[in-house]
């Protein structure tokens, strides 16, 4: 994350728990890197998901025992932002249940929320 957050994300940004504004830059409105973090590790984390270490999923599987949507789980794959299969069957791409655990611990939303 840069050093300051430079503009408001409007979704967010209304949040009552969203950070102060730290200062402008012209008209965009800037914001403290680490508040932003700290907010978003605080209100908009999900709890990592555990899956059957042995077993073998596929897309959609993954998707409804993550939440994930199947088509964010395709575009990440396109863009190298998903383990490789770890098996296929045919045109099926498969992953271990403790392959897909270990990469959504460390996607930004699935770390664990602080207690």
């Given at each position: ?20 504004a ?12 680490e508040?932003v ?24 599987e ?54």
């Amino acid at each position: 994350m840069s050093a300051r957050y430079l503009s408001e994300n409007p979704r967010w940004g209304r949040h009552p728990g969203w950070p102060p504004a730290i200062g402008r830059r012209g008209r965009t409105i800037e914001f403290d890197a680490e508040a932003v973090a700290r907010f978003f590790g605080e209100h908009h984390t999900r709890e990592a998901t555990e899956l059957d270490p042995s077993r073998r999923y596929t897309v959609v599987e993954i998707a409804e025992a993550s939440g994930l949507q199947p088509d964010s789980i395709r575009s990440d794959m396109s863009r190298g932002r998903w383990p490789a299969p770890d098996e296929t069957d045919g045109d099926r791409k498969l992953w271990r249940g403790e392959t897909v655990t270990a990469h959504l611990a460390g996607r930004r939303i699935y770390r664990n929320k602080p207690k």
